[in-house]
């Protein structure tokens, strides 16, 4: 029942009810309540989520269903090789989506070879052809960009193709591509931009080399294909190019996956080896030449030794380079209303609800600092942090147990802390670390044993006495 006020009027000796939704649990649960405390009529938005990637658009669109004025801002600067995509940030346009479809190619060719063993007769030798990958690839992240803009209509959220750069508190100038200005307010803002891969800042490298931006959607087979860099992105793409029977080299100037399980990342590595990949370690490039135009051309790698003066020389067709990322915070104004941003890596801080330094930004996804960099956890995050800000829930993200995969040829999931990790939490004298190594039955003498996989699992544990 709603509360009844008694304003007694003197003057003209009366009284009157006035009905109120503030003691309506009715109104508290509907979210009628919710917005009226908190909807601001003086900005234009509630919500302006600048970044369309998955957290971005996961916030965007929860926030739109709490019944609040959602906008978000998205332009893709291309890169330095003119690759750029449509609606739905790194994960669907130039990363998990089509890298695992490309793991799946190579897969297939495998499961192909194998499958002679298994009395599968192949009249002729399989071949495969990049260019019907990467456009059957194409189509299918075109379908998933045209699905989230349909989405994005659906749920009344104003999407605006244009780059969103803060002027003063509370207000952004979004930009088009063809340089025209508007300007916006909103209560409350999302950072959601993501991050984008980062160059080796040598001669040559942004003029001849690629990175995973430019690999998915490459016109052309890259041929023989020196991949730089250590990280699960390097390993992925280089395994499954590998897979599609390149000649591939990894060159990597310290560890191999570094952040995960050590032993897990030199049992990936040396599957990979079995598949024909070559590592250079210890070496970083100092220059990329072009010896030869083309689709692909030739290029000549001047490499150095990290432990060393020793310098190497190598000819590609391709080089690709994976040695990490960085967001993209450095041109969206941040500094003109204050939000603090780590110099060296570009990333946010937040606190536990994703709030940054000025109380009414928070950010998402890639871009937080000290979080893990995985598509499944900024969807989570976003959609909890838009339930907080606007449907009256308290639940939080959980980043530590969050379940990830490296998509190597050889498989590698993990959950929780590496070993590496834990001992630097827990200590090593409180842990309790155990190995198994399993084969599928296909390796026991009935088949052939190249046919089976073999799996490892390792479980780190904490010691219950501690």
């Known amino acids: ?9 003197k003057s003209l000796k009366t009284s009157h009810t006035v009905s109120s939704p503030l003691g309506n649990p009715q109104a508290h649960q509907s979210g009628v309540l919710q917005k009226l405390l908190q909807e601001d009529p003086a900005c234009d938005y509630d919500l302006i989520v600048i970044g369309c990637g998955s957290g971005g658009l996961s916030c965007a669109q929860e926030a739109a269903a709490l019944g609040r004025r959602v906008m978000v801002l998205d332009l893709v600067v291309p890169s330095p090789q003119g690759t750029s995509w449509g609606l739905g940030g790194t994960c669907v346009n130039v990363g998990c989506i089509p890298k ?24 002729q030798q399989v071949k495969h052809n990049w260019e019907t990958m990467t456009e059957a690839i194409q189509k299918h992240v075109g379908s998933l960009n045209r699905s989230y803009q349909r989405a994005l209509r659906e749920k009344a959220v104003a999407y605006v193709n244009s780059y969103g750069e803060f002027v003063e508190h509370h207000k952004i100038k979004a930009t088009n591509g ?19 891969p980062r160059y080796l800042g040598i001669q040559g490298d942004k003029e001849y080399c690629i990175t995973s931006d430019d690999l998915f959607s490459l016109p052309y087979c890259p041929g023989a294909t020196l991949v730089v860099g250590g990280s699960s992105v390097a390993l992925e793409c280089a395994g499954f190019l590998a897979g599609l029977g390149l000649e591939v080299t990894v060159m990597v100037s310290s560890q191999l996956l570094q952040g995960f399980d050590q032993e897990m990342a030199e049992k990936v590595a040396s599957s990979m080896q079995q598949l024909g990949v070559r590592f250079l370690r210890k070496f970083v490039p100092v220059e990329v030449q072009q010896l030869e135009k083309g689709s692909p051309g030739k290029l000549k790698v001047v490499a150095k030794s990290t432990e060393g003066t020793e310098m190497i020389e190598g000819l590609y067709n391709t080089v690709l380079l994976a040695i990490g990322r960085d967001s993209c915070t450095k041109k969206i104004g941040l500094e003109k209303i204050g939000v603090k941003v780590n110099e060296k890596t570009g990333k946010i801080p937040v606190n536990d609800v994703e709030q940054s330094s000025v109380p009414y930004v928070y950010a998402v996804g890639d871009v937080v600092e000290g979080q893990p960099e995985l598509m499944p956890v900024a969807v989570q995050a976003g959609r909890l942090l838009a339930r907080r800000l606007f449907g009256g829930r308290l639940e939080k993200c959980d980043y530590i147990n969050a379940p990830t995969v490296v998509f190597t040829p050889l498989e590698y999931g993990c959950c929780g802390y590496a070993e590496e990790k834990a001992v630097e939490v827990y200590r090593k004298e409180n842990l309790e670390v155990r190995s198994t190594t399993l084969c599928s039955g296909l390796s026991s ?5 190249e046919t089976a996989t073999p799996v490892t699992r390792r479980l780190s544990t904490v010691n219950s006495t501690m």
């Open 445 to 449: 003498g009935q088949w052939p044993a």
């Open 1 to 9: 029942m709603p509360i009844k006020h008694r304003v007694q009027r």
């Open 100 to 123: 695992k479809l490309m793991h799946q190619a190579a897969l297939l060719g495998q499961a192909l070879t194998d499958s002679r063993k298994f009395g599968w007769e192949c009249s």
């Open 178 to 196: 063809k340089g025209q200005e508007t300007y916006y307010t909103a209560a409350k803002f999302v950072i959601a931009t993501g991050e984008r």
